[in-house]
């Protein structure tokens, strides 16, 4: 977010007009850089309180409908064992074994297709 609200305030700062005094502004003629400033101001208020109004709505209306959490059963086993099957992913935990470790032309074990 910081990086956010310094974007937002770095375009009226960074005008080439402003920088290099030959007049003009960012927003068009007759506009000063005060008011391209307090523009980027309001909109460094107003972006997070739109995002947030709406976000929060979504998220209220998700929870409601018990669409934010995986069955119960699901998340006993694990999301990964039952979404990605990690016994085929992993054919071993220890990285030792991949034979990463000595030889540069050894590659880490690939899950066979045929049993996936």
Not at 16 to 30: F, Q
């Amino acid at each position: 977010m910081p990086c956010g609200i310094w974007g937002m305030l770095a375009v009226p700062l960074f005008d080439i007009h402003t920088v290099t005094g030959t007049g003009g502004d960012l927003y068009g003629p007759g506009i000063p850089i005060g008011k391209s400033i307090l523009a980027q101001l309001m909109g460094i208020v107003l972006i997070p309180v739109w995002t947030g109004t709406f976000s929060l709505l979504i998220f209220y209306l998700l929870g409601k409908g018990n669409l934010l959490r995986v069955e119960e059963g699901i998340e006993k086993m694990g999301f990964d064992a039952a979404e990605f099957s990690p016994k085929f992913a992993y054919k071993s935990a220890n990285p030792e074994s991949w034979g990463m470790m000595g030889n540069a032309g050894d590659t880490a074990p690939v899950a066979d297709s045929k049993n996936i």
